[in-house]
């Protein structure tokens, strides 16, 4: 669903990350004197300001909202001292579940960082998107710029892995915290931290050389973008007027900044056990999330120039838990360990060498650098020449070194304040949504439908009788193939009968499949939803209904026609 940002007085985009999320801004005229003029939120901490606020919610005993990022951080820290919690719920990290829940509906449910208690999910992402809109109202105000919500183009970054039902869920829960449908577009993070780069200098893409421009006609590269949650890979090649063409179909998975975090505490579970963590986790929630925190703090200013590296850990409360369960000190803990000679125990801190430290980057390290070969070894990508890294995660010493080290050939690009690519990218997207010139369908759909029965032709099990004609049932019809280049706007058009007298309504079975053309709809194929089809008055014959399937945006459409009369027909895709 494209918007045309003109008739809008600013464009906002919302980057609702794994670990932290922001916003920035720019005006309409802003955008026509200087594209670059992007305003970004700063949000307080304890000793400093930063551009992203962690994805953290904190909620009263009525799941009413309390707040949001360090504020929903710190008041939650301050209920736990003054062990006033019991009642509230605090969700953390939380966007992940889109990508590792298949079956994402209205009705999923989210645990909250004690596992004890459990909400609404399209609450949660609600809430936390309806806290950062009114914040950016609220700073405009301030400002004395008062914008209406609905004179604002919003423009809220999905991962491009992320399938449908995902992206129609982050979009269903904006427009609930009141951003309109007509007023928003859901953008993917690969391609607005690809359009944020063809406006950079060389002297702001660390890693190029003079000469080297991203906006030269046919420069390919691959975009690289490393979230805290999900690595997000997909390939682009500068085409004429200023746009992009994909041409690689994103591919990822979630070996992003959070995976290391995993494997950190896993390391922990393995040294002290399952029982101490969960213990932590549920009992100590303070000490738990000060961990959390030190973890995070340790990743940031990691220098690969030292030999050693320090975490401080919440050792009262675990050296106690130790002598409960254990019967014994954390120290002998540490020792009578597995990793007692990699680990040692000073005071309230571990020291561990960097080589060990980096051994929890490694299967991540891996699974970026696999994607990236399978990718690159394809024949029709020999005139890639540039990697484009963004994202927080590409900011780590170890990514930048293991991708120079295993793609000597190519450059590597990292732009200044890699981590805001995405966001300030997404700015410019809804400026101008029509960077994006045509796109490379991830998967392959099509819609269920029956056709007439020919026994040398069709599977028997699909044999069926309809109105006292013999049809085969279950045949996927193809609207798009999986790894077709489709422009985007195209409309693939379909045409559907009333098989009954007097119908009122009709269903349409719109189905996904990794399958480039399957046969049946029960070939590795799942139902991605029943657009419903409404009709306003009924009829004696046999209806004819046109449905125009819109593809190659960052959302799937479609737009309906009764054939005798030409009128537009109710339809409505219910992805969840």
Same mark, same amino acid.
């Given at each position: 669903?494209?918007?045309?940002?003109?008739?809008?007085?600013?464009?906002?985009?919302?980057?609702?990350?794994?670990?932290?999320?922001?916003?920035?801004?720019?005006?309409?005229?802003?955008?026509?004197?200087?594209?670059?003029?992007?305003?970004?939120?700063? =949000?307080?901490?304890?000793?400093?300001?930063?551009?992203?606020?962690?994805?953290?919610?904190?909620?009263?005993? %009525?799941?009413?909202?309390?707040?949001f990022g360090y504020d929903a951080e710190n008041q939650w820290a301050e209920l736990l001292l003054e062990e006033e919690h019991a009642d509230y719920l605090y969700f953390e990290r939380f966007k992940m579940n889109l990508h590792n829940n298949k079956n994402i509906t209205s009705s999923m449910m989210l645990e909250d960082i004690t596992g004890t208690k459990r909400m609404p999910a399209f609450d949660v992402f609600k809430l936390?998107? %309806?806290?950062?809109?009114?914040?950016?109202?609220d700073l405009l105000k301030t400002r004395g710029n008062i914008v209406q919500q609905d004179e604002v183009q919003w423009v809220l970054t999905v991962p491009a892995i992320w399938t449908d039902k995902a992206k129609r869920f982050m979009r269903s829960c904006a427009e609930a915290a009141g951003i309109q449908t007509k007023n928003l577009i859901v953008a993917l993070e690969p391609e607005t931290a690809s359009i944020f780069c063809?406006?950079?200098?060389?002297?702001?893409?660390?890693?190029?050389?003079?000469?080297?421009?991203?906006?030269?006609?046919?420069?390919?590269?691959?975009?690289? &973008?490393?979230?805290?949650?999900?690595?997000?890979?997909?390939?682009?090649?500068?085409?004429?007027?200023?746009?992009? %063409?994909?041409?690689?179909?994103?591919?990822?998975?979630?070996?992003?900044?959070?995976?290391?975090?995993?494997?950190?505490?896993?390391?922990?579970?393995?040294?002290?056990?399952?029982?101490?963590?969960?213990?932590?986790?549920?009992?100590?929630?303070?000490?738990?999330?000060?961990?959390? /925190?030190?973890?995070?703090?340790?990743? *940031?200013?990691?220098?690969?120039?030292?030999?050693?590296?320090?975490?401080?850990?919440?050792?009262?409360?675990?050296?106690?838990?130790?002598?409960?369960?254990?019967?014994?000190?954390?120290?002998?803990?540490?020792?009578?360990?597995?990793?007692?000679?990699?680990? *040692?125990?000073?005071?309230?801190?571990? /020291?561990?060498?960097?080589?060990?430290?980096?051994?929890?980057?490694?299967?991540?390290?891996?699974?970026?650098?696999?994607?990236? *070969?399978?990718?690159?070894?394809? %024949?029709?990508?020999?005139?890639?020449?540039?990697?484009?890294?963004?994202?927080?995660?590409?900011?780590?010493?170890?990514?930048?070194?293991?991708?120079?080290?295993?793609?000597?050939?190519?450059?590597?690009?990292?732009?200044?304040?890699?981590?805001?690519?995405?966001?300030?990218?997404?700015?410019?997207?809804?400026? !101008?949504?029509?960077?994006?010139?045509?796109?490379?369908?991830?998967?392959?759909?099509?819609? !269920?439908?029956?056709?007439? =029965? &020919?026994?040398?032709?069709?599977?028997?099990?699909?044999?069926?009788?309809?109105?006292?004609?013999? /049809?085969?049932?279950?045949?996927?019809?193809?609207?798009?193939?999986?790894?077709?280049?489709?422009?985007?706007?195209?409309?693939?058009?379909?045409?559907?009968?009333?098989?009954?007298?007097?119908?009122?309504?009709?269903?349409?079975?719109?189905?996904?499949?990794?399958?480039?053309?399957?046969?049946?709809? &029960?070939?590795?194929?799942?139902?991605?939803?029943?657009?419903?089809?409404?009709?306003?008055?009924?009829?004696?014959?046999?209806? =004819?209904?046109?449905?125009?399937?819109?593809?190659?945006?960052?959302?799937?459409?479609?737009?309906?026609?009764? /054939?005798?009369?030409?009128?537009?027909?109710?339809?409505?895709?219910?992805?969840?």
């Open positions: 669903m494209m918007a045309d940002s003109r008739n809008y007085l600013m464009v906002a985009a919302i980057d609702f990350g794994t670990t932290y999320s922001g916003y920035s801004f720019s005006m309409r005229n802003e955008f026509a004197k200087d594209p670059l003029q992007i305003h970004t939120a700063m =949000w307080k901490t304890r000793h400093c300001t930063s551009v992203k606020t962690p994805t953290c919610l904190l909620l009263d005993g %009525k799941r009413e909202f309390v707040a936390s998107i %309806k806290f950062l809109v009114t914040h950016l109202l063809q406006y950079l200098p060389t002297e702001r893409l660390n890693g190029s050389v003079p000469g080297f421009a991203m906006t030269s006609e046919g420069t390919e590269y691959m975009v690289v &973008d490393l979230g805290g949650g999900t690595a997000d890979i997909t390939v682009h090649q500068k085409v004429a007027n200023g746009r992009l %063409k994909e041409i690689h179909r994103a591919m990822g998975n979630d070996c992003g900044g959070t995976s290391v975090d995993r494997r950190f505490f896993d390391l922990c579970e393995k040294i002290f056990g399952d029982k101490i963590m969960k213990s932590l986790k549920e009992e100590s929630p303070l000490a738990y999330l000060d961990l959390v /925190r030190e973890f995070e703090i340790v990743k *940031k200013t990691l220098e690969t120039k030292k030999p050693k590296v320090t975490i401080t850990i919440p050792f009262v409360a675990l050296n106690t838990m130790c002598q409960e369960v254990h019967k014994k000190d954390l120290q002998s803990v540490l020792k009578s360990s597995s990793y007692s000679e990699e680990i *040692k125990l000073t005071h309230d801190k571990i /020291r561990m060498s960097l080589e060990f430290f980096k051994d929890l980057y490694i299967p991540s390290i891996n699974n970026v650098i696999t994607l990236m *070969k399978e990718i690159l070894g394809e %024949k029709t990508l020999k005139g890639v020449t540039h990697l484009l890294l963004v994202g927080g995660f590409s900011d780590c010493q170890f990514i930048k070194d293991a991708v120079n080290t295993e793609f000597p050939e190519k450059r590597i690009i990292i732009p200044e304040e890699a981590s805001l690519s995405v966001l300030r990218g997404a700015v410019l997207f809804g400026h !101008k949504p029509e960077y994006i010139q045509s796109r490379i369908m991830r998967c392959s759909y099509g819609v !269920k439908t029956n056709v007439p =029965w &020919d026994n040398r032709k069709y599977d028997e099990k699909h044999y069926v009788v309809m109105e006292k004609e013999e /049809r085969c049932d279950n045949i996927f019809s193809l609207i798009v193939g999986k790894d077709d280049s489709v422009e985007a706007g195209m409309l693939v058009k379909k045409s559907f009968f009333t098989p009954f007298k007097h119908q009122d309504k009709m269903d349409i079975m719109v189905y996904v499949s990794e399958e480039a053309t399957p046969g049946y709809i &029960d070939e590795r194929c799942s139902l991605l939803c029943t657009p419903t089809i409404t009709f306003s008055d009924t009829c004696e014959d046999q209806r =004819w209904v046109d449905v125009e399937f819109v593809l190659g945006n960052t959302e799937i459409d479609l737009k309906a026609h009764d /054939r005798m009369s030409g009128e537009a027909i109710s339809a409505k895709f219910n992805l969840i």
